[in-house]
């Protein structure tokens, strides 16, 4: 199948610094990446649509000024987590599809001390 | 927002035994997609259903997708230890792959 890839796969950074996750098609373009977040034993929530060369959609709830998106070119999306605090450790996971089927990158461990 | 309900929320069986996972919800989806996942890994596509009636398989998993395309269901016949893992159902609003994802299913083989 197609991939995705992020990086990096863990980050631990300290409260109020900002922290970069970046995505990637390895062998698709994709115009339209999705960014999700998962907390331990639940399921995937989305956050946001990068959309290659215009502004983000953000899903009801999620601050945009916390989660800044950027989709610069059409193999790469990244999710800036501004100010974090510790209750923006979570799990995070981008996907992107080819066409058929959608793909999930390996997801990022983001720990907030 | 469409919902996605996903039974059993947990299964725990023997190596061998036969195992079904249900995704129902009232609207209709363009796909649906299933997905196993490893603790602190990203979600593995399995297969994509898209036509109402579709059946697939993958070895010993077979994926129906709901006449009316708006449930679908995993079988796993001799359930391996490796089978472990959080089975998701997904489906897709559109062709650019946004997602309404299940609460997810966490299956346990024991040897």
């Known amino acids: 199948g197609a991939v995705v890839s992020q990086h990096p796969s863990r980050v631990i950074c300290k409260s109020g610094t900002s922290v970069k996750i970046e995505c990637r098609s390895l062998d698709f373009q994709a115009t339209t990446m999705f960014w999700y977040r998962q907390f331990p034993k639940q399921s995937l929530m989305l956050m946001a649509t990068?959309?290659?060369?215009?502004?983000?959609?953000?899903e009801q709830g999620v601050e945009k000024d916390k989660f800044l998106i950027n989709h610069a070119s059409l193999t790469l999306s990244t999710l800036t987590v501004t100010s974090a605090h510790p209750e923006d450790s979570s799990f995070y996971i981008c996907s992107a599809s080819p066409g058929q089927g959608v793909f999930f990158g390996e997801g990022s461990r983001l720990t907030v001390l | 927002t469409q919902l996605l309900e996903q039974s059993p929320q947990f299964l725990s069986i023997q190596e061998g035994e036969n195992l079904t996972v249900y995704c129902n919800s009232s609207?209709?989806?363009?796909?649906l997609q299933w997905y196993r996942q490893e603790p602190g890994e990203g979600p593995v596509l399995l297969v994509t259903v898209v036509t109402g009636g579709e059946v697939k398989k993958l070895k010993r998993l077979t994926f129906q997708f709901g006449d009316a395309r708006k449930d679908s269901s995993l079988h796993i016949t001799a359930a391996q230890p490796g089978d472990t893992g959080l089975y998701l159902c997904a489906g897709a609003y559109d062709s650019w792959g946004k997602l309404q994802f299940g609460a997810g299913t966490q299956v346990v083989v024991t040897p």
């Open positions: 609207s209709v989806f363009s796909s």
């Open positions: 990068s959309n290659e060369g215009s502004k983000a959609t953000y």
